[in-house]
């Protein structure tokens, strides 16, 4: 078993923004968001190159950290909307292959 972590940075601006991960596979084990400010509200959603969401929060509040087991092979888009707030956010995405 090989875990791989994989982090963005992204800026939200009118309270969404995107980016794109690098070519990843294997099984999402852990999704972790960080905004800067624990009381920003945010929505995220990955989604795949074929234009699926395999995975999605709406109204998160601070630090998300959960546990996953979704399969996964390619680039994905990541996207925070309707942040309360402009600012950073690290995203992490936590794979076994």
């Known amino acids: 078993m090989l ?3 994989g982090q963005i940075n992204i800026t939200t601006l009118s309270g969404s923004a995107s980016a794109n991960t ?4 294997g099984l999402l084990r852990n999704v972790v968001v960080k905004p800067t400010t624990e009381s920003t509200i945010y929505d995220i959603k990955i ?3 074929a234009g699926a969401t395999i995975y999605e929060r709406t109204s998160e509040t601070g ?3 959960e546990i996953n087991e979704i399969p996964i092979i390619g680039m994905y888009t990541v996207t925070i909307s ?3 707030r402009d600012e950073d956010f690290l995203i992490q ?3 076994e292959n």
Do not use: D, K, M, Y
Not at 22 to 25: D, F, K
């Open 47 to 49: 989604i795949n190159q």
């Open 22 to 25: 690098a070519s990843i596979r």
């Open 93 to 95: 995405l936590i794979s």
């Open 82 to 84: 309707n942040a309360t």
């Open 63 to 65: 630090t998300l950290s």
């Open 3 to 5: 875990i791989s972590s």
